[in-house]
């Protein structure tokens, strides 16, 4: 089994903050990990993907994300906040094979100028 | 390359009735997913096509079916319509399906009244 835990549904930064948006999983394999973005209006695209090369991951736009296997998080973090940065962001997990991939239900950021 | 084209982009419907939405993947692409998206529940997974078997299935009623044809090109259906029903449907296409990096469209919205 598996699924995926956003904590915190809206999160508000200024622009220039850090953003760190939390994620916490549940597989029972080590898990592949997605972080994707929507923009309003549009369809979900990827941000980063983690499969074990290597615990830290960057993606496109500034993010990264670091899997912390004894958390069981994958945290989404960028150092510095852009107004174009405010969409609504889901992390996923896949186990494996061909099961399907699980999202957890989002959150909004709001960059506040 | 062409990206994920789902259409009609916008559909609105009366309770009882059916619909279809159509989903064409990148070329290439043989695994199709589709998600149901609404404010509340985030999104969840409808099921997944690979040429043109069913290999995955969320948890929805019978009423929601889907197919895939020998071009990748998948459909869904809603009979039956509820007003629950009202969301935004999307579509996902990968070339292998799995933990593979999944490719979204933008959408058919879905109103049910």
């Known amino acids: 089994a598996q699924s995926v835990t956003q904590l915190g549904s809206h999160v508000s930064v200024s622009e220039g903050a850090l953003v760190l948006l939390r994620c916490n999983y549940s597989?029972?394999?080590?898990?592949?990990l997605f972080w994707y973005v929507q923009y309003p209006n549009q369809g979900l695209q990827l941000l980063l993907k983690?499969?074990?090369?290597?615990?830290l991951v960057k993606g496109i736009n500034g993010f990264e994300a670091e899997f912390k296997k004894s958390e069981t998080s994958f945290h989404l973090t960028k150092p510095s906040a852009h107004m174009s940065d405010a969409a609504e962001y889901f992390c996923?997990?896949?186990?494996?094979?061909?099961?399907?991939?699980?999202f957890g239900t989002g959150t909004k950021l709001q960059v506040i100028p | 390359k062409a990206g994920v084209t789902q259409t009609p982009r916008y559909l609105i419907k009366t309770r009882g009735q059916q619909v279809t939405l159509s989903c064409s993947p990148i070329?290439?692409?043989?695994?199709v997913s589709w998600y149901q998206q609404t404010p509340g529940q985030g999104l969840q997974f409808l099921f997944e096509?690979?040429?043109?078997?069913?290999?995955n299935k969320g948890n929805f009623p019978g009423r929601f079916s889907g197919r895939q044809f020998s071009n990748s090109r998948s459909e869904m259906n809603v009979s039956t319509l509820e007003l629950g029903d009202s969301a935004l449907y999307l579509c996902?296409?990968?070339?292998?399906?799995?933990?593979?990096?999944?490719?979204f469209g933008s959408g058919t919205q879905l109103s049910v009244l």
């Open positions: 996902a296409s990968s070339p292998l399906g799995g933990g593979e990096k999944l490719f």
């Open positions: 597989s029972s394999v080590p898990p592949y």
């Open positions: 983690y499969t074990s090369a290597a615990t």
């Open positions: 996923a997990v896949h186990s494996g094979g061909y099961q399907k991939v699980t």
């Open positions: 070329s290439g692409h043989r695994s």
């Open positions: 096509y690979f040429s043109e078997t069913q290999r």
